[in-house]
């Protein structure tokens, strides 16, 4: 058995913070040592939860759109691999899911990533992906997120594609204009 198949049983046997997980441990991710692209999220929402499959939701329609990819592209780990910062959906509060469990990065985040020495461009998602993968702690999503060239084209870092930030999109038009055609002829390339 190859390190990597090692290491991917053990995260998909992961339990770690079963007990403070309301559906209960289901660890969700998509990874292959030949992925050329890493999508680094928050943690599965209920709905990829029940579907075990990263992104089948409305955010991963939207995703795929930003990319310009089908599905068929988007789900193939060869290609494009898929890494939460926690693997099991972590449950809601008041204002949509909870944060990612604190014990899953910790535990598998460095493993997983060393195993992906393909990649050739990182997609961040979300503030708790983009606080571990920027050094811009102190930066709002906003002002990270329009800083996009300072990592081109290897890292660039967007909105959680939630329809909760339908609002974000509106303010910030520059968002469509100008880093989506960037990041969909980027993606195109390194999939050649």
Same mark, same amino acid.
């Given at each position: 058995?190859?390190?990597?198949?090692?290491l @991917? %049983?053990?995260?998909?046997?992961?339990t770690l913070?079963?007990?403070? @997980?309301?559906?209960?441990?289901r660890?969700?991710? $998509?990874?292959?040592?030949?992925?050329?692209i890493l999508i680094a999220?928050?943690a599965?929402g209920k709905?990829?939860?029940?579907?075990?499959i990263?992104f089948k939701?409305?955010?991963?329609?939207r995703?795929?759109?930003?990319?310009g990819i089908?599905e068929?592209?988007f789900?193939?780990p060869?290609q494009?691999?898929?890494?939460?910062m926690?693997?099991?959906y972590?449950?809601?509060g008041?204002?949509?899911?909870l944060?990612?469990r604190?014990?899953?990065a910790p535990?598998w985040?460095? %493993?997983?990533l060393?195993q992906?020495?393909?990649?050739? +461009?990182? @997609?961040?998602l979300?503030k708790y992906a983009?606080?571990?993968h920027?050094?811009?702690?102190? %930066?709002? +999503?906003? $002002?990270?997120? $329009?800083a996009?060239?300072?990592?081109?084209?290897?890292?660039?870092?967007?909105p959680?594609?939630s329809p909760?930030?339908?609002?974000?999109i509106?303010?910030?038009?520059w968002?469509?204009?100008e880093?989506?055609? %960037?990041l969909?002829? $980027?993606?195109?390339?390194?999939l050649?």
């Open positions: 058995m190859s390190s990597f198949t090692k @991917l %049983a053990q995260v998909k046997a992961c913070c079963q007990a403070n @997980l309301p559906l209960g441990a660890p969700i991710l $998509q990874i292959h040592p030949q992925a050329k999220g928050q599965p709905k990829v939860h029940e579907s075990g990263p939701d409305v955010s991963g329609q995703l795929r759109a930003w990319l089908s068929e592209v789900y193939d060869q494009i691999a898929i890494l939460p926690a693997f099991c972590p449950g809601s008041q204002s949509g899911d944060p990612p604190p014990e899953c535990a985040r460095e %493993a997983i060393k992906l020495k393909h990649v050739q +461009l990182t @997609l961040v979300g983009q606080a571990y920027f050094q811009k702690k102190q %930066a709002s +999503l906003t $002002q990270l997120v $329009q996009w060239r300072d990592d081109w084209p290897k890292k660039v870092p967007l959680h594609p909760r930030n339908q609002l974000w509106r303010k910030n038009p968002f469509e204009k880093l989506l055609p %960037a969909k002829k $980027q993606v195109l390339q390194v050649a």
